[in-house]
């Protein structure tokens, strides 16, 4: 007995659902052995600014506009440059939260609202044996179309706190 059509296309719509996985934000997803790879999860970089009562503070930023490079993050990296990491574009805002599965450098998370408005800081430890249940979530302070990540104490050293400004020196919704 030959199997319908309709029953070929759900057996693949089921197979196929079942390799998706979540965007950082949502739940985290499940674990994988990315330590292979511990190279730049993004071929774009960008330079944003910093604008705080205290100065100006400029930053390279790798950029994560996919659910892809969104997942991966920072993690397996074991260092960062100065004033180097990652900002986490998205196409609206929205509440944000973020964890640190699998990630070894400490993080000052940077949630910024579509005008540039920095919302607040989360000062976030490593986690990179915490099982999926047991990780801290880092979440943002109302609706954020940007997560900047950087090493954790630049938030302190530079005075980037909720009302700081950003600049992104480069358009990041053309991308």
Not at 39 to 57: L, Q, R
Not at 96 to 115: C, E, G, H, Q
Not at 128 to 146: F, H, I, K, R, V
């Amino acid at each position: 007995m030959r199997p319908s059509a309709f029953t070929l296309v759900l057996v693949l719509s089921v197979a196929l659902a079942g390799c998706s996985q979540p965007i950082v934000g949502d739940d985290p997803p499940n674990d994988t052995d990315g330590a292979a790879d511990v190279t730049n999860s993004t071929d774009e970089n960008a330079t944003a600014t910093f604008v705080t009562d205290e100065g100006n503070a400029t930053v390279s930023l790798e950029v994560a506009d996919t659910s892809e490079e969104r997942t991966r993050g920072l993690m397996y990296r074991e260092s960062l440059p100065d004033d180097h990491g990652m900002v986490f574009v998205y196409d609206d805002a929205d509440d944000r939260s973020f964890w640190m599965k699998n990630t070894y450098v400490p993080l000052d998370m940077i949630f910024v609202a579509p005008n540039g408005t920095v919302l607040n800081v989360e000062h976030a430890e490593p986690e990179p044996n915490t099982s999926t249940a047991d990780l801290e979530s880092y979440e943002s302070d109302g609706p954020a179309q940007y997560v900047v990540e950087l090493e954790r104490g630049f938030a302190n050293r530079t005075g980037v706190d909720a009302g700081a400004e950003i600049v992104f020196h480069d358009d990041l919704r053309d991308r």
